[in-house]
Structures are given as C-alpha cells and as structure tokens.
C-alpha cells in the first residue's frame, strides 16, 4: 500500500484541531494555577525528554518524561498540564545541529501530546467517575494513565499507517508491546511521588536519577533488542546452509 500524503496532511489537520479543542474543553473545568510547582516539573520534563529511546522495528522513539507528564496531569490544571506536555515535546522532537526541523512532524507531535495529555486530565478530574462505587485514587490514576495511553498510541500508529503504509493494527500492537510497561511502571512512580509529597512536599520531585537509570536500562534493552532484529535473517540463512 502506497503512503498517501493529502490523507496525512488530513489527518495532522484533525489531530490538531483535536488537541485545540480537547484543551479548550478540559480548560474550561481546570482548577487554580500552580505556577511555581508547575516550571518545577516543567523543568524535569524537559530535562527528561532529551533521554530518548529508540524503539526497535519502529520508525520512532519514546523519552522517560512521562512520570513527570502524569504528575502534571494529577497535581496541575489541564492548561498548565498540556502546556508542560508541549513543551517538553518540542523539546524532545527538536533536531541536532547536523538535524533537520520538520514543521508537520512537530506539529503532529505536539498536538497528539497535548491531546493526550488533556484526555487524561479529563479522566482524572471526571467528577462522575469519581463518584463511582467503585473508585480510588489509584483506579483513577490507572485510568487517566490509560487514556494517555491509547492518545499517544493511536495517533502514532495512525500517521505510520498513512505515512509509510504499514498496517495499523500491526504497528499499534508493537507499540503497545514496546512501551505498556513503561506506562505502568510510571503509574506507579507517579502514585509513589504523590503520597511522598503529602508528607515531605517538592523533594519528591528529585526522582530525576531514577529516570535516568530507567533510560540508561531501556536504551540497553532496546539495543539488543535491534541488534537482534537485524541479525535474525543472517542467523536463519546461515541455518538453513547447515
């Protein structure tokens, strides 16, 4: 199946409009501004965004800025929440000096986070989910954590589906295989740092080692993971001479 390019402008056109209007709904229910507590985690997403990944088999990478995007999303409004997912996207997506900066890639990027991140800002602030017999706080948590999931994952499998042809079921369940722990090991820093911050306040917010080391881990992971998938077709044509 041949790429389809206006199908692709389409669909970043409606993927903007979607976070545009998304922020705008989520805004409209958003509580006081955290200013100072706000450019904290900004600043840790930011940093974090730059300690990138390169997912094996998949023409991406996934950086280890998401606690810090969840934290946002519990802690903050869902303007200052998409407005730390924006700009720690950029961030992430900006090219190397030797790089070049593509205006719709970083479009895309930009207003799938903000999408998700004003997805599950709704969730988490749902009043009658949180209603519910049924609901706690980490249910709740577990919940937003899912609607990130799915606004960051879909969209990415949609614009590879249009842009190099590939199927979309195929490459959403690579994605999802790739990255769901990741999800769910965030979830639960995210739950961690919230109830260390009731008792200890800001200092909760210096887990910026043990993202590192989860990147450090991942990026090894990964590599061998790559290194394998280049090496399977020489392995098995050498098996098949024996």
Not at 40 to 48: G, M, Q, R
């Amino acid at each position: 199946m041949k790429p389809n390019t206006r199908l692709t402008q389409t669909f970043i056109g409606l993927m903007a409009l979607a976070a545009m209007a998304s922020t705008l709904y989520a805004s409209l229910a958003s509580h006081t501004l955290h200013t100072a507590y706000a450019l904290a985690v900004l600043a840790l997403a930011a940093a974090t965004s730059r300690m990138k990944i390169k997912l094996p088999g998949i023409d991406g990478n996934m950086s280890v800025n998401l606690p810090f995007l969840l934290m946002a999303v519990v802690n903050l409004s869902a303007l200052e929440a998409v407005l730390i997912a924006s700009v720690s996207t950029v961030v992430q997506c900006w090219p190397k000096s030797d790089g070049k900066f593509k205006p719709q890639q970083m479009l895309f990027n930009v207003s799938m986070m903000a999408f998700a991140t004003s997805m599950a800002n709704l969730i988490w602030n749902a009043g009658w989910l949180g209603k519910a017999a049924w609901a706690s706080e980490p249910l709740m948590l577990a919940s937003a954590t899912a609607a990130f999931f799915l606004g960051q994952t879909a969209p990415v499998a949609g614009i590879i589906k249009l842009a190099e042809g590939a199927a979309m079921r195929r490459v959403w369940l690579g994605i999802a295989q790739l990255s769901f722990p990741y999800y769910v090991l965030s979830a639960g820093l995210t739950s961690m740092v919230n109830a260390v911050n009731r008792h200890l306040g800001w200092p909760a917010l210096l887990i910026f080692p043990v993202m590192y080391g989860i990147h450090q881990s991942y990026r090894l992971y990964f590599a061998r993971a790559a290194e394998a998938l280049r090496t399977a077709p020489l392995v098995k044509v050498a098996g098949a001479g024996i």
